[in-house]
């Protein structure tokens, strides 16, 4: 098999953590992160899909850089929010990148200003972005990439009108979307993300 081309220092923090080797799947997430193009996946496994996005996005900004996130996560729940936190926690321990969350519970105004005074990636549910949005507590103008991790239920009813409005917001970059079903994925993507290419992940 192929090596598995990301920093030595990324591989290091993916062996430490016992989280090598990398299936087909992440492999093909890998490169498609760094292709900087669109992509849409099924998939069947999404925790594994996780490692492979941290450990792209490490790979790929290297560093701290300005004060606005390059990189941004959307994710249906606070749970998924804090589990890629403590990836790029574990696997970025080498860098200075500048990695927060944002989710309904803790207060808007503390994720406000740890955002404000400097952020790389941002990994947040769509509701609570909107809402730093509406109070200039996000700026989306270099955001470079955009995953939506369970895009189908970024897209359900609730949801999507804040997930279409974050897109609107952000220049017309590369976007990553994940899902274990169809539903309203496809019409998504042919507004924000086309062209895209479309596929299935597996083992």
């Known amino acids: 098999m192929a ?3 990301l920093q030595q220092e990324v ?3 993916l062996e430490a953590a ?3 080797p990398f299936s087909k799947a992440q492999r093909t997430l890998v490169s498609s ?4 193009q669109n992509h849409w996946y099924l998939h069947e496994n999404a925790e594994e899909l ?4 941290a450990a792209t996005i490490i790979h790929s900004l290297k560093e701290s850089y300005e004060d606005v996130a390059r990189a941004l996560i959307l994710v249906p729940t606070s749970e998924i929010a804090d589990a890629y936190f403590e990836l790029f926690e574990n696997l970025g321990g080498h860098t200075d990148l500048r990695v927060w969350t944002a989710y309904e519970g803790p207060k808007i105004q503390q994720q406000k200003e740890d955002i404000y005074f400097g952020a790389d990636v941002v990994i947040a549910t769509p509701k609570r ?3 730093l949005l509406n109070i200039e507590g996000f700026n989306s103008a270099s955001v470079q990439t955009l995953v939506l991790d369970e895009a189908d239920q970024l897209l359900k009813v609730g949801a999507i009108s804040f997930t279409q409005r974050i897109s609107d ?3 017309p970059k590369q976007r990553v979307a994940l899902s274990s079903s169809e539903k309203s994925v ?4 042919n507004r924000f993300a086309f062209p895209f290419t479309k596929g299935k992940l597996s083992e």
């Not at 496809?186 to 993507?189: D, V």
């Open 33 to 36: 992160l760094k292709s900087g």
């Open 50 to 53: 996780r490692i492979a996005v």
């Open 186 to 189: 496809g019409a998504y993507m």
């Open 3 to 5: 090596k598995l081309k």
């Open 169 to 171: 917001s952000i220049p």
């Open 129 to 131: 972005l909107n809402e």
């Open 18 to 20: 016992a989280l090598l």
């Open 11 to 13: 591989l290091e923090s």
